[in-house]
């Protein structure tokens, strides 16, 4: 795999904004990966990649979560989540990217979910706290992160639940579960 021509793929796939914000994910992924000791080379392909789906219809989005087999709750719980698991399934396809690690983080990049791993908590967090992101509560974020992993994820877990309950939006069920799981620790 050539990570100068994914990114040129991506590059081609995403608009310019979304782009942007690829690149900052990439950099806070790698940073964090070398201060929590995931795989490097990992947290970087999971960030080039992970939104490489985000403007594909969600007809097409539905049909390869369905077709693969993958958990159905991505598509009942509104469109904004189908793009990480069908990510994951397109990289594989059209981008040639083949290892389960890497596209297990982007399946799990949006949701989070119970048991992930140091490489899926950096590339959840990275998504969520990157230089390029403005909203009200990220710089607390950003703070824990230098200090506390599992404390930087669960707020950002979090401060998303409460976000989407103020929208009457419904909670994905491992969202719900990862905030537990870390909560409990
Ligand atoms: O793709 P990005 O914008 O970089 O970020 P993302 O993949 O984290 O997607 C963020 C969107 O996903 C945001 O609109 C909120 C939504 N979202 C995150 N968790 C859940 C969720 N939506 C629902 N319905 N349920 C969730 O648990
Ligand atoms: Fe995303
Ligand atoms: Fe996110
Ligand atoms: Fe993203």
Redesign the pocket.
Known sequence: MNKEKVLEQVQAALTEH?YT?TLG?RDTAVRLAQMYGADVERAAWAAII??YA?FRSKEEMADIIKNEGMDTAFVT??G??L??PAGAVLAREELGVKDEAILEAVVW????KPGMTVLEKVL?LA??IEPNRRFPGVEDVRAQADEDLDEAVCTALGN??T??IKKR????E???AAYNELILA
């Open positions: 979304r914000h994910v992970h939104d985000k719980y509104g904004e989540l793009h990480a990049h949006t949701t989070g959840f998504d969520y998303t639940i976000f989407l939006q419904p909670v994905f491992k969202t719900l």
